[in-house]
């Protein structure tokens, strides 16, 4: 494959300006994270997440068995997380996988990579945020007797018995408001931002210590028989519930991709990055193992289903007491800003590191002096996950969201063989254990294995995602790409 547009869709960009181009250019961003609140950034994108919602999507299929679901999501997490912390030591760059397929397979892969990226983060901060609006309702309730009205607090396009359906009468607008306050934090400058979140990020692991034990105190064995889900009516027995949930929880890990679209304002970043992400998902593992079997324990798996603000009511019904349950929903309310903040500053780094290479418009990596924020950028893209998270069901989006996050796992995965024969072993610093094969094969086929039982309109809409992103790639990217200058 010679041919001109061949070549631009395998280019790649070296390592040395992937990493450092930002740092040593007058429009980067600055250093100013270190390890504490860069673990504290991995961890508020993700705990939280998959505990505080996406129980009520993932028990119904597994049943209590998606205690199965969690490990072998964190085991994939796992295997992806040494691939992330190797490239992180070669390229430590904002973009994260985007910026590691950029050096590695190509232009093209890179480009891909993106799409996802932002269909993975921008879904998230939405699905996160309409999920923050059931907590701070719940927390309004026991508070002070009053409820947000249901015609504020419903989305436009719902989904009811798998079918799409209008209410235009109705708008979601807690999460709109959350997306907005969120916005503000961030075009103030990255290391304000991180400070709240590490704040915040303590006040959540709290809050969720404060369940585990009061919900082990109403602790039933009998809750976890039968193990596995038994009703086959929807291809969810078995095994089958197990990985469909596992496809379900797998986002609420974005959190390792979270800290590493951070390398380019990280001080010491080939040290910093790598330690940040495993570190991350050590804390994220426990967390969720503990929480989960918490409540398993305190509550039969069929009564999941449906339940709003599902955490909240499990400690209200083991204690029948309304103070829990409000203590819970206002840590929750905390904690779940905390992801919406980190999830949308995640998804303006990876358009900056796109916008910088030239394949979308400079607007994107346009820097305020001031504040050393993408300001354009982020405004931008709050007012689009705005509008997701005021009008569309999070039913929609769960899924779709560990699609792109799977993907992008996938191709970070491939680029570990690709960037040890590239650059060799002349490069120390962290490194995949067995070999440049093993861990970044066994990654591949972890996530592979999730995505086929995700559903059949996840993998519709994800085409028509990435044929609109390829098409923009040919008719904008390849043309303005910086590397046609060089």
């Known amino acids: ?78 295997l992806t997380a040494l691939c992330y912390a190797e490239l992180s030591f070669k390229i430590p760059a904002s973009g994260s996988s985007y910026s590691y397929a950029y050096a590695s397979v190509g232009e093209f892969g890179a480009f891909v990579v993106a799409a996802c990226l932002l269909l993975e983060y921008g879904l998230a901060v939405s699905a996160v945020a309409i999920g923050w609006s059931d907590y701070l ?10 409820h947000i009205p249901a015609a504020l607090r419903s989305p436009m396009i719902a989904s009811v018995d798998n079918t799409m ?20 934090l961030l075009v103030r400058g990255t290391k304000e931002s991180a400070t709240t979140n590490a704040i915040m990020v303590l006040i959540k692991l709290a809050i969720l210590i404060f369940f585990v034990v009061i919900a082990l105190s109403g602790f039933d064995s009998k809750n976890f028989f039968p193990f596995f889900n038994t009703d086959n009516s929807k291809g969810m027995a078995g095994m089958a519930g197990v990985t469909a949930a596992a496809g379900t929880v797998f986002f609420s890990f974005i959190g390792l991709d979270t800290v590493a679209t951070a390398g380019e304002e990280v001080r010491d970043p080939k040290r910093t990055v790598p330690a940040g992400i495993l570190l991350a998902l050590l804390i994220v593992t426990v967390f ?92 931008i893209v709050a007012a689009l996950v705005a509008v997701v998270a005021g009008t569309v069901d999070a039913t929609f989006l769960w899924d779709m969201v560990s699609m792109g996050t ?7 995965s491939i680029a570990v063989p690709v960037m040890r024969r590239k650059d060799g072993d002349a490069r120390g610093g962290f490194r995949v254990p067995f070999g440049p094969y093993v861990i970044p094969s066994l990654s ?20 028509v995602w990435m044929t609109a992103a390829i098409a923009t790639y040919l008719l904008y990217g390849h043309k303005h790409s910086k590397l046609n200058k060089a």
Request: aromatic share 10%; net charge positive; charged share 10%.
């Open 1 to 78: 494959m010679t041919s001109p547009l061949a070549q631009k869709l395998f280019r790649t960009k070296p390592v040395v300006p992937v990493a450092e181009e930002g740092h040593l250019s007058s429009g980067g961003l600055g250093r100013t994270l270190g390890l504490f609140p860069l673990t504290m950034i991995g961890v508020g994108a993700t705990i939280g997440t998959g505990i505080f919602f996406t129980m009520v999507e993932a028990v119904p299929k597994a049943g209590p068995s998606v205690i199965l679901s969690f490990l072998i999501a964190a085991l994939t997490a796992g």
């Open 137 to 146: 309702n719940n927390f309004v309730q026991n508070a002070f007797g009053w």
């Open 165 to 184: 359906v209008f209410h235009f009468d109705r708008i979601n607008l807690p999460p709109m408001l959350l997306v907005g306050l969120c916005c503000f």
């Open 288 to 379: 969720y193992m503990l929480v989960a079997v918490a409540a398993i324990g305190a509550q039969p798996a069929a009564k999941f289903a449906g339940q709003e603000a599902g955490l909240a009511v499990i400690l209200q019904d083991v204690t029948g007491q309304t103070w829990p349950a409000l203590v819970l929903s206002a840590g929750a309310v905390l904690s779940v800003f905390s992801v919406t903040l980190v999830t949308l500053y995640g998804q303006t780094r990876i358009l900056f590191a796109v916008s910088r290479d030239g394949l979308i418009p400079p607007l994107f990596h346009k820097v305020n002096p001031t504040s050393l924020a993408p300001v354009e950028n982020t405004m």
């Open 406 to 412: 799977l993907t992008a796992f996938i191709i970070v």
């Open 444 to 463: 591949v086929i972890a996530c592979l294995y999730i995505m086929k039982d995700l559903p059949g309109v996840t993998f519709r809409v994800f085409v």
